[in-house]
């Protein structure tokens, strides 16, 4: 309903301004509403084995 997704872009919002760049980048590595179905995105902050999470 287009409720959902007005409220969707107020948290959003409320998010970025709480959490800053942790939450952006979370948001580039994580759909929004529908899964990805092949897979994840290769991105640039892939971690090697055996670093710190």
């Known amino acids: 309903?287009?409720?959902d997704?007005?409220?969707?872009q107020f948290e959003?919002?409320?998010l970025i301004?709480?959490?800053g760049a942790t939450y952006q980048n979370y948001r580039r590595r994580v759909p929004m509403l529908?899964?990805?179905l092949?897979?994840?995105r290769?991105?640039?902050d892939r971690?090697?084995?055996g670093a710190p999470r």
């Open 34 to 36: 529908v899964p990805r």
């Open 47 to 49: 971690r090697t084995v």
């Open 1 to 3: 309903e287009n409720a």
């Open 42 to 44: 290769q991105t640039d």
């Open 17 to 19: 301004a709480e959490f």
């Open 38 to 40: 092949f897979g994840r």
């Open 5 to 8: 997704l007005v409220a969707l």
């Open 12 to 14: 959003e919002r409320d």
